[in-house]
């Protein structure tokens, strides 16, 4: 199993361009959720899935769009890039108890918003 | 939201010296995580708690529930086990992990 893969592994966007991340898993797990880690901060949700056609949002979803058509993927979309967004996205995943359960991480994005 | 305090913040120790880095939250919760984030790398999971202790090789989490406590401790502790560790919870009417800063551990030859 590759478990859990995010790309790119570093983007710089100028301020207002978009772009997606992508995030795969290959373990059928139902829950993933993408976090961003800024320094001195813990990781913050961003918006979560428990399953294919199912999202909703973490704590600050702000600036970011999230679709989920098959279990494998769940990307991450920043409709118009802000210096804000200057962070390291995390995307996870877990199953069966989704939180009461092993969570597993990508190795991160780290995106520069110019 | 709950809080999720960490101590200490920042830790260095010698090599073989016992570590432990302790995690305190505020709410109810069903079950507490302990992850491991090395420089520049991705995060792993060490334990889940519901209850009681977990041993890993070295590691030995614990977790009281009704004083809302969890430690994460490191016996004869070596360089590679320098890296950051995060304690999250699960909130018991939560949706998601809320997570604590981290602990940034340094151990020393």
């Known amino acids: 199993n590759a478990g859990v893969t995010q790309t790119p592994k570093f983007q710089v966007l100028k301020t207002g361009q978009s772009m997606t991340l992508q995030c795969a898993q290959d373990m059928n797990h139902e829950y993933m959720s993408w976090y961003r880690q800024d320094p001195g901060m813990g990781l913050r949700l961003i918006h979560y899935s428990v399953g294919a056609g199912i999202t909703d949002q973490g704590e600050v979803p702000n600036g970011y769009n999230v679709s989920r058509s098959t279990t494998e993927d769940f990307p991450l979309r920043l409709l118009s890039a802000a210096p804000s967004q200057t962070s390291v996205y995390f995307c996870?995943?877990?199953?069966?108890?989704?939180?009461?359960?092993?969570?597993?991480f990508g190795p991160g994005t780290r995106l520069t918003v110019l | 939201k709950n809080e999720v305090e960490q101590s200490p913040q920042n830790l260095t120790a010698q090599e073989g010296e016992f570590i432990t880095i302790n995690c305190s939250y505020s709410v109810g919760i069903s079950a507490l995580h302990w992850l491991q984030q090395h420089p520049g790398g991705g995060i792993v999971s060490l334990f889940m708690?519901?209850?009681g202790k977990k041993k890993h090789g070295r590691l030995i989490a614990t977790i009281n529930i009704q004083e809302k406590h969890s430690s994460l401790h490191i016996t004869a502790s070596h360089p590679r086990d320098s890296a950051v560790y995060i304690c999250a919870v699960v909130p018991l009417s939560g949706y998601a992990l809320n997570f604590g800063k981290g602990t940034s551990l340094l151990v020393t030859p």
């Open positions: 708690l519901s209850s």
């Open positions: 996870a995943s877990s199953s069966p108890g989704h939180l009461t359960d092993t969570q597993y």
